[in-house]
């Protein structure tokens, strides 16, 4: 198995709006904001090679949407989807799967782009199928009116049209193990309906992909929870229960939206879990 991190592209997003009810005081320490109240945010991505498989878990924003739309987000640097695979050798054809941890754009936009004439969608990954679930994949596509925003249905009904959607299992309690796709997946309702969070065993360690259950290190104390979360409630018992079974068994946290760390591992201290170690993907893949 080899694992690629794959930097889909960063953007910016409302400090306030990223820790909820924590005061600016306490979360700009670890997460700087500029004079518009906005902090560094990435959308890194994960490639698993294994076997015959080429899975891609999440896939940014994409560039479909309009100037306006991404007006919003103030991207920032040079990284894209299609630029980071061919760093890593890679092209879009040659995924097999999409797996996506949730569906609100900043996680699966990069799955549908615009048709040559730019008359409707097609897939970005002609060859590759496209993992959810059945519960999240209902949640989505009958969109609660606070969630409404961040589900576009340019960037999921081309899926289900496209005739390559499959579902994963789900669970009887949080936690699926081997899943279809050969690694194991936490499923999490605080962010969103059935959020998946792939633990991937890889050469001795496992690699968590954090998706938005830990969007960056200052979010590691347990009240640290984004305003988005549709239940912060059940995300804060969540985040207690994965941040203990990280300390306890030495997981190794890959950060999606972390844009300065890359993955880090956990300890139990005096005040809870914290911050063990930082790691770049480098440190850890080679």
Known sequence: MNLYPINAGNFKLDGGAMFGVVPKTLWQKTNPADA???????????LIEHSNRLILIDTGMGNKQSDKFYGYYHLWGDDSLDNSLKTQGFHPD????????????DHCGGSIKWNKNRTGYQSAFKNAQFWSNKSHW???????????????????????????LKFTRLPETDFLENSELGFDIFFADGHTEKQMIP????????????????????HLPLPYVMGYDTRPLLTLSEKEKFLNLAAEKNYYLFLEHDAHNEIITVQHTEKGVRLKNIYTTEDIFN
């Open 199 to 218: 633990l991937i065993h890889y050469k001795g360690k496992i690699i968590a992909f954090m998706a938005d259950l830990l969007p960056t290190v200052g």
């Open 94 to 105: 040659d995924i097999t799967d999409v797996f996506m941890t949730h569906l609100h754009f």
């Open 138 to 164: 209902r949640w989505a596509t009958e969109p609660n009116k606070r969630e409404k925003a961040s589900f576009l249905k340019e960037n999921i009904i081309p899926i289900q049209e496209s005739g390559h």
């Open 36 to 46: 518009s109240n906005m902090i560094d945010i990435a959308a890194r991505c994960l």
